[in-house]
Protein backbone atom coordinates (compact mmCIF):
# COMPACT_ATOMS: atom_id res chain seq x y z
CA UNK A 1 0.00 0.00 0.00
CA UNK A 2 1.58 3.20 -1.17
CA UNK A 3 -0.37 6.15 -0.68
CA UNK A 4 1.72 9.27 -2.29
CA UNK A 5 0.50 11.96 -0.28
CA UNK A 6 1.31 15.19 -2.21
CA UNK A 7 3.60 16.72 -0.41
CA UNK A 8 4.10 20.44 -3.14
CA UNK A 9 2.06 23.11 -2.65
CA UNK A 10 -0.78 23.19 -5.86
CA UNK A 11 -0.87 26.41 -7.25
CA UNK A 12 -3.94 26.92 -6.93
CA UNK A 13 -5.07 25.66 -3.70
CA UNK A 14 -3.42 28.77 -2.01
CA UNK A 15 -3.98 32.70 -1.85
CA UNK A 16 -0.83 33.84 -3.93
CA UNK A 17 -0.49 36.77 -2.06
CA UNK A 18 -0.49 35.71 1.41
CA UNK A 19 -0.43 31.92 1.06
CA UNK A 20 -3.41 31.09 3.00
CA UNK A 21 -5.75 27.59 2.11
CA UNK A 22 -8.59 28.46 0.51
CA UNK A 23 -11.87 27.76 1.28
CA UNK A 24 -13.62 25.20 -0.67
CA UNK A 25 -16.24 27.86 -1.39
CA UNK A 26 -13.16 30.68 -1.89
CA UNK A 27 -11.76 27.93 -4.80
CA UNK A 28 -15.12 27.90 -6.35
CA UNK A 29 -15.14 31.37 -6.56
CA UNK A 30 -11.55 31.54 -8.07
CA UNK A 31 -13.00 28.62 -10.69
CA UNK A 32 -15.95 30.77 -11.32
CA UNK A 33 -13.90 33.87 -12.36
CA UNK A 34 -10.98 32.36 -13.82
CA UNK A 35 -8.97 34.79 -12.09
CA UNK A 36 -5.74 34.11 -9.82
CA UNK A 37 -5.80 32.42 -7.23
CA UNK A 38 -6.47 34.41 -3.88
CA UNK A 39 -8.00 34.30 -0.63
CA UNK A 40 -11.81 35.94 0.49
CA UNK A 41 -9.88 39.09 1.58
CA UNK A 42 -7.56 39.69 -1.51
CA UNK A 43 -9.87 38.62 -4.02
CA UNK A 44 -11.82 41.47 -2.53
CA UNK A 45 -8.75 44.00 -2.70
CA UNK A 46 -8.31 42.53 -7.05
CA UNK A 47 -11.69 43.72 -7.85
CA UNK A 48 -11.51 46.78 -9.84
CA UNK A 49 -13.40 49.42 -8.01
CA UNK A 50 -14.99 51.62 -10.42
CA UNK A 51 -17.01 54.13 -7.89
CA UNK A 52 -15.98 57.41 -6.58
CA UNK A 53 -12.67 57.50 -9.28
CA UNK A 54 -13.60 60.90 -9.09
CA UNK A 55 -11.78 62.28 -6.07
CA UNK A 56 -7.98 62.48 -7.78
CA UNK A 57 -6.74 66.19 -7.37
CA UNK A 58 -5.03 65.74 -4.56
CA UNK A 59 -4.82 69.31 -3.31
ZN1 LIG B 1 -4.77 36.31 0.76
Not at 19 to 44: F, M, N, Q
Amino acid sequence: MDLEEKTFESPGDRCEVCGAKLTPRELEAVLESGGPALCTIHADEVVPVTEDEEEFGEE
